[in-house]
């Protein structure tokens, strides 16, 4: 056999060994507790109908915008919609790119350069890593959420530093504490990246973020807002200062080498941010969230404590542990997905739960009902 193909069966053998092989489905059960459409933006018809409004209105007909946005893709309602955004998030300006992979890989890996220091939380999300891992900056990690070991790390950093924080941890669903971590970058003159996948629509007043609900927005270097999750629809921004979209314009190799978004794509989160302007959406979730909350206290699934984040989870250390947990409730149509090592580390695998504000306060009871019931299986 080649031996790029042995390698490749060598490699799926050892996933199927220790019980990681992924493989895609496209079953969706009745009761979604697993997907990241935590406002139910992705299924709205109401949404559906403003995004077709908008696309008349403008007479926006293109299939496909036909180029990068350095050559023939832009237009004069990317640009519009980008500085909605910004005003939306009280920052200078705004670059979309298309995806949240893509914004921090790009981002990141433009910005430090050799003789630079980067400095993330060990729980930040893979693009934010591979971002980093494009450089020729020197790279640590600090202990999740741990400010001594952070600043322990800022004391010895050289050249421009960066640190690297989510502000609702993809994989915890926990928050950074953020007024900490920017005091710390002010002491030591290090530039703030928060990475806003999580918080979008959830966290502050319309959504707005942790950065903005902390009123941090000018401390905080760059931001990344994606919009695949609580918008429903796809795409990213980073958000920052004028000359920080200008640098990503001319630097960033995932915003300048990439066709860019199909116009409806840009107009749907035009209309996915209006919607969060006049319905405060994130009062609906943190209903579901208190709900959900109350009722893990009360039956005992304090294990780690509930978030005050759509994401909640449970350990199941080991992938077979995971997996099986959540077939269980799979079985009961209660769609839960396991998260396995090495997305997250050995004897961390766990149960992600996502609340959305379509789950009924009826499908959060039998849910916690359901997990009770496997805890005490346990
Ligand atoms: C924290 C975080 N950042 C970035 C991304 C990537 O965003 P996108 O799905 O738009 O590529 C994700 C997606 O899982 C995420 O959880």
């Not at 640009?79 to 921090?104: K, R």
């Not at 953020?178 to 005091?183: D, G, H, K, T, V």
């Not at 090495?342 to 766990?350: D, I, L, M, N």
């Amino acid at each position: 056999m080649n031996t790029a193909e042995q390698f490749m069966k060598d490699r799926l053998q050892s996933r199927t060994d220790n019980g990681s092989l992924r493989n895609l489905s496209s079953s969706h059960l009745p009761v979604d507790f697993c997907s990241n459409d935590y406002l139910g933006f992705a299924r709205s018809t109401m949404l559906k109908e403003q995004i077709d409004q908008e696309l008349n209105k403008h007479s926006l007909y293109q299939n496909g915008s036909g180029g990068s946005r350095l050559l023939s893709g832009n237009t004069e309602y990317t640009e519009e919609t980008e500085s909605f955004i910004a005003v939306f998030h009280q920052a200078q300006a705004a670059l979309i790119f298309n995806s949240g992979y893509d914004a921090n890989l790009g981002l990141l890996s433009c910005l430090a350069q050799r003789g630079d220091t980067i400095i993330s939380d060990e729980l930040i999300h893979a693009s934010l890593v591979d971002g980093a891992r494009l450089t020729y900056a020197s790279r640590y990690t600090f202990r999740h959420n741990d400010l001594n070991d952070l600043e322990t790390k800022l004391k010895n950093a050289k050249g421009n530093s960066y640190v690297v924080t989510e502000s609702v941890y993809s994989m915890d669903g926990d928050t950074a504490p953020l007024p900490e971590i920017s005091a710390l970058c002010d002491r030591y003159n290090a530039n703030l990246i928060v990475d806003e996948a999580h918080a979008l629509g959830i966290i502050g007043d319309h959504g707005k973020g942790l950065v903005q609900h902390l009123g941090l927005q000018d401390k905080v270097f760059a931001r990344v807002v994606t919009f695949g999750k609580a918008l429903g629809c796809h795409g990213a921004a980073v958000l920052g200062s004028l000359a920080l979209r200008q640098y990503l314009i001319n630097f960033a190799r995932s915003f300048i080498y990439t066709t860019a978004a199909p116009i409806h794509t840009i107009a749907a989160v035009k209309c996915a941010y209006q919607m969060l302007l006049t319905t405060d959406f994130s009062l609906i979730i943190r209903e579901k969230i208190k709900h959900y909350a109350d009722l893990a206290n009360t039956t005992g699934l304090n294990h780690p404590a509930p978030t005050p984040s759509a994401i909640q989870t449970l350990i199941h250390p080991g992938n077979t542990a995971a997996r099986t947990a959540a077939a269980l409730l799979q079985n009961k149509g209660i769609d839960v997905r396991a998260i396995l090592s090495p997305t997250v580390h050995a004897g961390q695998e766990r149960l992600r739960i996502c609340l959305h504000t379509y789950n009924t306060d009826e499908e959060i009871k039998q849910l916690a009902t359901e997990l009770a019931q496997l805890k005490s299986n346990e």
